[in-house]
């Protein structure tokens, strides 16, 4: 999530104020300044804020020195995450457009679920492959040794050889 400016310590803001209380014989009182501090915590409230005459922060230059700097540090990080985030959902959307794009069917519909990471599709992927491995695999060999195995005798019909 993007840094809040609201989050970090503003400068203290200068305030005008009129002082009712009238001295000795000085008169009426000019206007004064008086600062007053305008921290806001992650937690404030919109009631909260609203109940305090304080503004709300959302210039950059109403940051002290140091909370400016913390904010640029945290603005670099999230702008420098959000490219290397950007970057890997478009390797993951190349990844599975390829991996769409090579597969058969059939796969596609038995380990490629929706809604499923890639991660999950390759491991259903694996699990298939573990089957094909133990089973279908030295099924193939089999039938391959006996189809170039030399006949030692004249067949009759090639369908009583297929059904051996």
Not at 26 to 50: A, F, H, V
Not at 59 to 66: A, H, K, R, Y
């Amino acid at each position: 999530m993007a840094p809040l400016i609201q989050s970090y310590t503003a400068k203290p803001i200068v305030v005008p104020t009129t002082s009712t209380s009238k001295g000795k014989g000085k008169g009426p009182q000019q206007p004064g300044l008086s600062t007053r501090n305008t921290i806001r915590g992650p937690l404030d409230t919109p009631s909260d804020i609203e109940d305090d005459d304080t503004p709300i922060l959302t210039l950059i230059s109403d940051l002290t020195p140091d909370a400016k700097l913390d904010y640029q540090h945290d603005w670099s990080v999230f702008t420098f995450l959000a490219k290397d985030y950007d970057k890997h959902q478009t390797a993951v959307k190349e990844l599975t457009t390829w991996t769409l794009s090579t597969v058969s069917y059939t796969i596609q519909q038995t380990c490629y679920i929706e809604n499923q990471t890639i991660d999950q599709w390759y491991s259903n992927l694996q699990e298939t492959g573990i089957v094909y491995k133990e089973n279908l695999l030295p099924d193939a060999r089999d039938r391959y040794r006996k189809a170039v195995n030399p006949l030692t005798k004249a067949l009759k019909s090639f369908e009583s050889w297929i059904t051996k």
